[in-house]
């Protein structure tokens, strides 16, 4: 589903490197850029530390993976990860609000001409996304778009900033996130 067209990007999702290589080589081609290393840093956004309290024992197995990838990453690497914490409501805002305009509103008007006014089933992810952009005013979104631009510069002047003249990595880092354990069990018709 399309998140808002400020900040949708075309990629791929795949599990050989060989089937994404020829895939970007098609899509970007002469703009595919490969680097001989890897960025210098590593940064964690979202990753629970050892010494993090989980609420429970999901939350804790979760903990525990997480931190297993980390260090075969950060052995791999042969880098110490840092924390960050790059938060805003901008992301939540774009996202939410250009949904509602650009997918919501029009399905909800086509589903409903043929539906007899009816409202679809809707999965609960977007179901929240939409009910948080319906409790913000119109005009958060310009402020979210602004504020985007904003952030946008910020990193990439100090969290991802171009690396070595873009010869020998092709940024300053390299930024795990998580999201933790969010679990959304799909609702069911009553």
């Known amino acids: 589903m399309p998140l808002a067209p400020e900040l949708d990007t075309a990629g791929f999702l795949v599990r050989d490197p060989a089937i994404w290589t020829a895939a970007s080589s098609v899509m970007y081609q002469e703009a595919l850029t490969f680097f001989p290393q890897f960025p210098p840093k590593l940064q964690t956004i979202g990753f629970p530390t050892p010494d993090t309290t989980a609420a429970d024992s999901m939350e804790a197995e979760a903990n525990v993976i997480l931190l297993a990838f980390l260090a075969k990453v950060e052995s791999f690497l042969n880098l110490k990860s840092e924390p960050v914490n790059y938060t805003a409501r901008t992301y939540p805002t774009l996202i ?95």
């Not at 939410?96 to 089933?121: G, H, I, M």
């Not at 913000?136 to 402020?143: G, R, T």
């Open 96 to 190: 939410s609000k250009e949904q509602t305009k650009l997918v919501r509103d029009p399905f909800y008007a086509d589903y409903a001409a043929v539906n007899d006014d009816r409202v679809p089933f809707i999965d609960p992810v977007p179901k929240a996304r939409w009910a948080f952009s319906d409790s913000l005013p119109a005009s958060e979104l310009d402020v979210a778009i602004a504020n985007k631009t904003i952030f946008q510069n910020f990193w990439e002047t100090y969290v991802l900033p171009a690396g070595n003249n873009d010869t020998e990595y092709c940024s300053e880092s390299i930024i795990l996130y998580s999201s933790g354990v969010n679990i959304f069990y799909r609702n069911t018709y009553l």
